[in-house]
């Protein structure tokens, strides 16, 4: 069974290098023949690894190439995969099955009502890469990725697969904890480092803005039906904010580029959930003002 991977960015380029590295059949999916041009033009994709280079060329093809997708890896940005799912919907086999890689909360769903026909797996990955340059990407960071149905307990046939590509995964009953989970750690800490123009480390300065945040995200995830998302959250925090002192966050660094950031599907996603269940959250719904204050003065999207 061929993967499809859409989203040759950072993330897919990892996946693809490593599932055609185990001998398993990848095909590249790029947005037009200019992308695609660009791609045979490179060379291929190149992975780079603890400074050594491995550079393959997959097969690439455009998103309107005719051969039928069974099962699809959506890893481009949250706020491209619906409209990136769409382009390919005439394609989807059926019964076919797409893994969402999308960080924070709300394109799923989205995707999942634009393909009613196939099987969501929804994943979340500590997994670092970021690109060098076109179709070069950096591994920078090992982790785990977790992936689940939330519709379906049965784990998908192909989990051996990542096994052998050596991607390190496991199957759970409860992606939508994981999920809020990661959106609540990312909310109390990436907003914050962007305001207060610092890495994570820096938010040690700021302990009551963390505390609150933290306060009002667990009462937010016990209403959304995850109280266990909601377990120790600031303690966890705190952890996070150690470990990771020396880097900057991905919003951080998307604003530092000028690039759009995932703010619609993060601190954008909780608030709206906040308001559908008529919840108050102050420090929240200000983090939020304030942060679309500073996006809109660097002239970048507000979701
Ligand atoms: P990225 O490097 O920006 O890659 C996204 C890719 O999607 C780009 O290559 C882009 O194409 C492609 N794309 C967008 N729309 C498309 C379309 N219509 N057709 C074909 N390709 C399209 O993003 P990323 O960092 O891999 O992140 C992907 C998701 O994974 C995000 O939700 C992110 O939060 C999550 N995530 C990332 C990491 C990480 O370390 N990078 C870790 C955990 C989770 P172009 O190259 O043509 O622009």
Not at 5 to 19: F, K
Not at 208 to 232: F, K, N, S
Request: hydrophobic fraction near 45%; charged fraction near 20%.
């Amino acid at each position: 069974m061929t993967w499809h991977v859409l989203g040759i960015g950072s993330l897919g380029s990892l996946w693809a290098m490593r599932l055609a590295r185990a001998g398993l059949p990848v095909h590249l999916l790029l947005r037009d023949p200019q992308r695609l041009a660009a791609y045979h033009q490179a060379g291929g994709l190149t992975l780079v690894e603890q400074g050594q280079a491995q550079r393959l060329e997959l097969p690439a093809e455009t998103l309107d190439a005719p051969t039928p997708i069974q099962r699809l890896l959506v890893a481009c940005k949250a706020y491209d995969a619906e409209a990136a799912v769409a382009a390919l919907l005439p394609r989807l086999a059926p019964g076919a099955e797409l893994v969402l890689l999308q960080n924070g909360l709300g394109s799923q769903d989205a995707v999942a009502a634009r393909a009613p026909q196939a099987r969501c797996i929804l994943a979340s990955s500590t997994e670092g890469a970021f690109r060098d340059g076109d179709f070069r990407v950096v591994f920078a960071g090992h982790g785990f990725t977790w992936l689940g149905d939330p519709h379906a307990t049965a784990a998908p046939s192909w989990l051996d697969e990542l096994e052998r590509a050596g991607i390190p995964h496991g199957w759970t009953p409860d992606i939508l904890s994981r999920l809020w989970r990661k959106l609540a750690l990312n909310c109390a800490i990436n907003p914050l480092t962007v305001l207060n123009d610092c890495r994570n480390g820096g938010l040690v300065e700021h302990p009551a803005q963390v505390q609150q945040l933290c306060a009002e995200l667990a009462e937010l995830l016990q209403l959304c039906g995850q109280p266990a998302a909601a377990e120790g959250l600031h303690d966890e925090v705190g952890r996070v904010i150690q470990a990771t002192a020396a880097n900057y966050s991905s919003m951080y660094q998307d604003v530092a580029a000028k690039r759009r950031t995932e703010i619609g599907y993060l601190l954008g996603y909780a608030c709206a959930a906040a308001e559908r269940h008529r919840l108050v959250l102050p420090h929240l719904q200000a983090l939020l003002r304030r942060l679309q204050g500073h996006l809109a003065e660097r002239g970048l999207p507000l979701d």
